[in-house]
């Protein structure tokens, strides 16, 4: 019995045992398995990391490549539209982006530009490069339409190429004198009521000298006093520059005058006082600049002085922001209230560290001398007087009202002292050798609704005084766009208010309140008032064709 007890003692601890040798086992095996599913998902998510990071790469490269064939389009195309003329169109351009390159690459593009002469793109001519003329190509013609191929590359791989399908369209630009409201290279009188309107800040005026601004005048673009001999021009009363003062020499602004845009003085000083206003910065290149009574300055206040004397800024004025901005001078910056300046306050400025005052080109008088041929390849129905034609200067009254669009007449002094009706019915040419309207003349319209373009022009190197245009009254219509042109000088008296420009070689003068509306259309339609044509640049489709 007791042998039987220790037999079955010991093969119920044997089977435990052996139990606990086949659990431990099944552990262990688990976890191996374990072990082995976790290195193969490492493995697995490594490999795939691997895979996506040269996806990334690649997909970066690529996108990289295409956003720099995009740019390579942009500045091809930006190179056609600033060309200064359709003979300066670019052949092709490169260039490298300035994108995070991978890998040690760069990114770059390489556009190649074919021209053709039809806006369908089927007639290719020759592009002969920068300065050359198209017309010289091999078929010869001017571009009407163009296409771009753009070749992007980054990466080490990785290409783009997108094409881009332009109209080339040759846009008549007028001579850069033509651009003013009124240009004169003798004294531009901006007095008595002087208003100049224009829909854009591009009505400006030029003279050698300007003689003030006074009286309500108000001008709707930028003045520039070009003369080296100006040595003081005086704005005042309520007069209103909506744009920018440009003088050689030194400016006084005073009384209510506002000049909205920035008063530069080259080689000169500026002096602020009463209630007068400048909307933005004052330079002062050659001198000093002093601020009294309530005038303001809504930006910064610059004196350069010169390398002997320095510029000097003296603020005596009553309200607490003289100055919005800040006061730079190369000398001494003195002032009369601590608040005076708004910004900061710094004298013995250095000269090195001054804003660059580009001074705008001074202007040439435009050499404009309409012949019959010229009148007559614009379309022009030509009528001649005086001189060596079989019709008398006395007909001048006569044709300058038919339906005739241009009398000739360089030698003729047109002088009408009576009353005068013209009523034009279609753009107009009057070459004259002078033009004076002592009694009372009124140039109109045919139409109630149609406006119609009048060059009245004496033709550059007619001896003065004997080239003046000259008005009395109300003349012109709202409907007759004018362009007064003549190397002499241009004098209106009573109230008047004109369409159009004026260009003289001399003086401008008014008397009595004046309003010129700008309006450049008789100028455009004036042979011999244009530069060679610009490219007007219009993309029409864009597209990645490869990559």
């Known amino acids: 019995m007791l042998v039987f007890l220790q037999r079955l003692v010991l093969t119920s601890w044997q089977q435990r045992y052996l139990h606990k040798r086949a659990d431990e086992g099944q552990t262990l095996i688990t976890v191996v398995l374990i072990a082995v599913v976790l290195i193969i998902g490492v493995m697995t998510a490594v490999s795939s990391s691997i895979a996506n990071l040269g996806f990334s790469s690649s997909f970066g490269n690529k996108s990289e490549a295409q956003l720099t064939a995009f740019s390579g389009l942009s500045q091809a195309t930006s190179k056609m539209a600033n060309a200064s003329s359709i003979s300066q169109l ?75 399908h332009v109209i080339v369209k040759p846009t008549p630009v007028l001579l850069p004198a033509f651009s003013y409201a009124m240009l004169s290279l003798g004294t531009l009188n901006l007095t008595t009521g002087l208003k100049v309107n224009g829909s854009h800040a591009n009505a400006n005026l030029y003279g050698g000298t300007v003689n003030q601004c006074a009286n309500s005048s108000s001008i709707d673009g930028s003045v520039q006093a070009a003369s080296s001999a100006t040595s003081n021009v005086t704005i005042g009363n309520t007069c209103t520059i909506n744009g920018n003062f440009y003088v050689n020499g030194s400016v006084s602004i005073g009384n209510s005058a506002n000049i909205t845009g920035n008063v530069y003085a080259y080689g000169g000083s500026v002096t602020l006082k009463d209630t007068a206003t400048v909307g933005g910065s004052v330079y002062a290149s050659g001198g000093s600049v002093d601020i009294s009574n309530s005038a303001t300055v809504g930006g910064n206040v610059y004196a350069y002085g010169s390398s002997s004397t320095p510029g000097t800024i003296r603020i005596k004025a009553n309200t ?27 004298q013995d400025y250095p000269g090195s560290d001054m804003p660059v005052l580009a001074e705008p080109p001074s202007q040439t008088f435009p050499q404009l001398d309409p012949t019959v041929a010229s009148l007559t390849n614009a379309g022009y129905n030509v009528i001649q007087l005086g001189g060596s034609s079989s019709l008398p200067c006395s007909e001048f009254t006569t044709y300058a009202s038919s339906a005739y669009t241009a009398v000739y007449a360089p030698t003729c002094d047109v002088n009408l002292s009576g009353s005068y009706t013209f009523d034009l019915g279609s753009n107009t040419v009057w070459v004259v050798g002078g033009f004076a309207s002592g009694g009372s003349l009124t140039v109109g319209s045919t139409s109630s609704t149609s406006s119609y373009d009048l060059s009245v022009v004496v033709p550059n190197g007619t001896a003065c005084p004997s080239g003046d245009l000259s008005f009395n009254g109300n003349v012109f219509g709202s409907l007759i766009n004018v362009l007064l042109y003549t190397p002499c ?51 029409t489709n864009k597209a990645v064709i490869n990559g």
């Not at 994108?99 to 002969?128: E, H, K, Q, R, W």
């Not at 001078?329 to 306050?345: C, F, K, L, P, R």
């Open 489 to 539: 000088s241009v004098s209106f008296t009573g109230n008047q208010s004109i369409s159009g420009q004026i260009i003289t070689g001399a003086n401008i003068t008014t008397t009595g309140t004046f309003t010129l509306a700008y309006n450049q259309a008789a100028a455009t339609a004036l042979p011999g008032t244009l530069g060679n044509p610009e490219p007007t640049i219009t993309v």
């Open 90 to 164: 670019p052949c092709s351009t490169s260039g490298t982006m300035s994108l995070p390159a991978t890998a040690g690459s760069t990114a770059n593009y390489s556009v190649s530009i074919a021209y053709f002469s039809d806006s369908a793109y089927t007639n290719p001519i020759t592009c002969n490069g920068s300065g050359s003329t198209f017309g010289t190509g091999t078929p010869a013609g001017t571009p009407a339409s163009a296409i771009l191929t753009s070749t992007g590359a980054a990466g080490r791989t990785a290409h783009v190429v997108m094409q881009e």
């Open 320 to 346: 607490s922001t003289a100055v919005s901005g800040s006061a730079y001078a190369t000398g001494s910056i003195s002032e009369g209230n601590a608040t005076n300046v708004s910004g900061s306050i710094n």
